[in-house]
T-cell receptor, first 116, second 109 residues
């Protein structure tokens, strides 16, 4: 079984649209994350979330919002999509916030978002 | 602030050994990770170093020198499947992961 699954794998849409990317983990982890990987391959944290705390990277536009119906799911909603939002978005999870030494991240397979 | 540098691309021959370097500058340090990412796939964990020295895991080893702000990933007996990007990531004093851009490793027969 896939540990961290996200859908869709590819998302092509027009500027101005609103879209969502879903993520689910079956590892029983407490914390989930959204990362953006741009064309230069840098991974940038967008959000980290557990049942106690949402930590937002201050550089993330408020058009992006995480929604967590339960501990196993963290969906990403994007409003008013812009050309610069085109990137690969990775969901990830860890047992706890990555604040214990040697805490591994488990990544989903990524969603390639193309905004036209 | 923090900064991570690693070579953009390296080429090596099947069966050989390759060393991928990562240098960093940071005001706080809680460890350094290496992840492997095949094209179009998710990153997967390879290693974690927080103390100076060499950690060996099969064909892969990772080294850390905190005083020099330097780490390397050593891959032995290279196989074609090792062709991937190798990402260096630093955990800073706030336990945030700061990622390098990755080194694309190309293995030739």
């Amino acid at each position: 079984d896939t540990a961290v699954s996200q859908t869709p794998k590819y998302l092509v849409t027009q500027m101005g649209n609103d879209k969502s990317i879903k993520c689910e983990q079956n590892l029983g982890h407490d914390t989930m994350y959204w990362y953006k990987q741009d064309s230069k391959k840098f991974l940038k944290i967008m959000f980290s979330y557990n049942n106690k705390e949402l930590i937002i990277n201050e550089t993330v536009p408020n058009r992006f919002s995480p929604k967590s119906p339960d501990k196993a799911h963290l969906n990403l909603h994007i409003n008013s999509l812009e050309l610069g939002d085109s990137a690969v978005y990775f969901c990830a999870s860890s047992q706890d916030l990555v604040d214990r030494l040697n805490e591994k991240l488990f990544f989903g397979s990524g969603t390639q978002l193309s905004v036209l | 602030g923090q900064n991570i540098d690693q070579p953009t691309e390296m080429t090596a021959t099947e069966g050989a050994i390759v060393q991928i370097n990562c240098t960093y500058q940071t005001s706080g340090f809680n460890g350094l990770f290496w992840y492997q990412q095949h094209a179009g796939e998710a990153p997967t964990f390879l290693s974690y170093n927080v103390l100076d020295g060499l950690e060996e895991k099969g064909r892969f080893s990772s080294f850390l020198s905190r005083s020099k702000g330097y780490s390397y990933l050593l891959l032995k007996e290279l196989q074609m499947k090792d062709s991937a990007s190798y990402l260096c990531a630093l955990m800073d004093s706030n336990y945030q992961l700061i990622w390098g851009a990755g080194t694309k490793l190309i293995i030739k027969p």
